[in-house]
């Protein structure tokens, strides 16, 4: 039975269910697409579970990597639900993890020799920290960009239906902050786990790849928005910006960088 078909195919189904709340006024359709988006997270998480006790690795590679990484974009966003209520979130979330999981189904299996140091429990934590972290940015993004699309709408005297179901400003612009402040630690500790991995493994801390110079630059954006927030005050239209900006150096350094110039952070063995 593939698995990943399966958690597919029910990402889709709560991303019709989701999206189809965006055009009614049933609260129940988005209640339903969030119980199925749960039993999708909760398949998704034994697979990920059963793929380590049997020895494979969960990350490396395009398909692997992403299959992971939406896992911890799911768990964030369920968890984010619990405090904001934002179940508008859920027309954005369920489509990103339908599409990240799809390159499991369709690539074919077994035709990439992955790294043995993927299955070095270290190098796991490495990029299980940097995932949740970066997953937090994403919830953070997708804020971001709801809360200058809403203040457009809202100066623009232009409030329709869809409009009514956002969170409000502040709201968005504080789940931004959360995901921000809670996010950077994580990315943090897993680059300085990454540092210390990579001395016991390759015999060098740092290597000056692509990759992780733009790991680096990545982090650097991110502390100039913590600085903001903390030390000059940014909230609103500035702090969305940056979580826009950021969010989208890390997408670049992610799959343009991590695709023609990945170094030892290969999408076509490890990552």
Known sequence: MDYHLIISLIYLISSILYCSHLWTQNQSVSRWGFHTFRIGVALHTVDLVLTYLKGDPIAGGLDRSLYFFSWFIAIVYIASQSRFKASVFGAFVAPLAFLMTIPSVILPQGIIEHDPSLRNPWILIHIALVFLGEALFTIAFI????????????????????????????????????????????????????????KEIWGTFWSWGPKETWSVVTWFLYAVLIHGRLATGWRGRKAALGAVLGFGVVLFTFFVIGYLAPGRHDFLGTY
């Not at 809360?147 to 504080?174: A, H, V």
Request: aromatic share 8%; with cysteine; hydrophobic share 50%.
């Open 143 to 198: 804020a971001g960009a709801l809360y200058l699309f809403q203040e457009k709408r809202i100066k623009s005297k232009r409030i329709g239906t869809f409009l009514m179901k956002l969170p409000s400003l502040t709201s968005l612009d504080n789940l931004n902050q959360v995901c921000l402040f809670v996010g950077f630690p994580l990315v943090t500790l897993g680059l300085a786990l990454g540092l210390l991995s990579a």
